[in-house]
């Protein structure tokens, strides 16, 4: 057993300076880890994005005396691999991502040992500079970028305290006067929205298109979920507006106990004038048995584990950036393959214990975007569980088809595919050691 000396703060909080020089000591298991020096740092990587004063999580973890309260919680929540939220499966497929939030196994054993040791504080002098933080109205990538170029807005909707789920579909204009390309964009609700906007996808329509609106004439410009609020694109790879298109909104209301007043913003950031970026990204979607469109074969019969399946054709060789799996309370595992034309099969990404209540985009790290071949076929898999085991179910005695109410189904792979030429293939192949 080792004594520390600690520093307080009264009930002020760890991260603060300053502090009043009232010291008391402490006993420490030999070993066990601390706060201030082992846990602080993880919390700051992992968790403090969302759990900080003003964020989107439910409490603010940015301090000992935050924490403490809440930590056999926490070692239950990070033990079951539930929080943070990434739920890609770490045995199979890409493992190198952009902004992985997921913890380490070497992470997550050093938070169950300092709960089990009694979360020791320990030795403030340890502590890590506390991070600050921007408003949570303000945009992230204008560190990056500076100020966003477009800003779009949705017409407001006011969703009741209780009730069903509602889709919200305005329409609105992309106000520029000649083509740009993007190369970055995030999108907000508003701060009382974040807690009734399950996802909200933004669909281009070209021009001349106002009075209709159909899915096989728009193309996603950006689909946002608690989990995704940005996208920026690859060096010489961006996404085209056109004058005169229109923006069609298709966005989920949850009821979230009392009325809110939402609406939507989409911030856009230009390659300059001038610059055409070489590749054009295209939000694709790959549906499991989705013969006749949209899923309509999707067959979960009562009290079953069911596995779906669908394929698809790469009409050119092509780079697959990211990978977003959609399925609701039912939905239990996806899984992305390709095939290529030699018989090939390569598991491009799987997720193994999805979860409805987080819209996760999983974006390949640079040196780890898969490319293909031209008639490469993506094959999607997915696994729903509509048995009593599961506790997101609403209700497994009921057979459930496709739908977009949450007691329905889907499962749809989103996937940002951006076409090359068979030439660049070659090189990536030659590269890649394919």
């Known amino acids: 057993m080792a004594t520390f000396r600690i520093v307080g703060c009264l009930s002020m909080g760890w991260a603060l300076t300053g502090c009043l020089s009232v010291a008391f000591s402490a006993t420490i298991p030999e070993g066990a880890p601390t706060f201030a020096r082992d846990i602080a740092p993880i919390f700051q990587s992992k968790c403090q994005d969302c759990h900080h004063s003003g964020g989107s999580g439910p409490m603010s973890l940015m301090t000992y005396d935050e ?169 010489d790879t961006g996404r085209l507006l056109q004058p005169g298109s229109h923006v069609w909104w298709d966005i989920h209301y949850r009821a979230g106990g009392e009325e809110i007043t939402d609406h939507i913003q989409l911030a856009v950031w230009f390659y300059p004038k001038g610059e055409v970026p070489k590749h054009h990204a295209v939000w694709t979607s790959y549906t499991a048995n989705a013969e006749g469109g949209r899923g309509s074969n999707l067959d979960i019969p009562p009290g079953t584990i069911t596995e779906s399946n669908g394929e698809y054709a790469l009409r050119s060789a092509s780079c697959l950036g990211s990978f977003q799996p959609h399925m609701h309370r039912r939905g239990k595992a996806m899984t992305i393959e390709a095939i290529l034309p030699d018989g090939q099969k390569q598991v491009i990404s799987s997720v193994d214990h999805y979860n409805f209540n987080w819209i996760m985009n999983y974006v390949f790290a640079d040196d780890s975007v898969p490319c293909f071949p031209k008639g490469t076929q993506i094959h999607v898999t997915s696994w729903h569980d509509n048995t009593a085991a599961n506790p997101s179910n609403p209700d497994p005695r009921q057979w459930v088809g496709w739908g977009d109410r949450t007691v329905d189904e889907m499962a749809i792979a989103f996937v940002n595919v951006t076409a090359i030429s068979d030439e660049e293939y070659a090189a990536w192949a030659v590269a890649h050691k394919r």
Do not use: C
Not at 71 to 84: C, L, Q
Not at 170 to 181: C, D, K, L, S, V
């Open 67 to 235: 924490v403490r309260p809440w930590a056999k919680s926490i070692k239950a929540r990070v033990a079951a691999r539930s929080m943070p939220p990434w739920f890609i499966d770490e045995h199979v497929g890409i493992q190198q991502f952009k902004d992985n939030w997921s913890l380490s196994n070497d992470q997550i054993a050093t938070i169950v040992k300092w709960v089990d040791s009694g979360a020791p504080g320990g030795d403030l002098k340890d502590m890590p500079p506390a991070r600050q933080f921007d408003s949570i109205d303000s945009w992230s990538l204008e560190k990056r970028f500076g100020k966003p170029d477009l800003i779009i807005d949705s017409a407001p909707y006011t969703m009741a305290a209780k009730g069903q789920d509602q889709w919200w579909q305005p329409f609105g204009e992309i106000n520029i006067a000649e083509p740009r390309w993007v190369r970055a964009m995030e999108l907000h609700p508003t701060r009382a929205g974040m807690a009734i906007t399950h996802h909200a996808i933004a669909h281009v329509l070209p021009p001349g298109s106002q009075g209709g609106r159909s899915l096989g004439e728009s193309d996603v410009l950006f689909s946002y979920g608690m989990g995704k609020m940005y996208d920026m694109f690859e060096k």
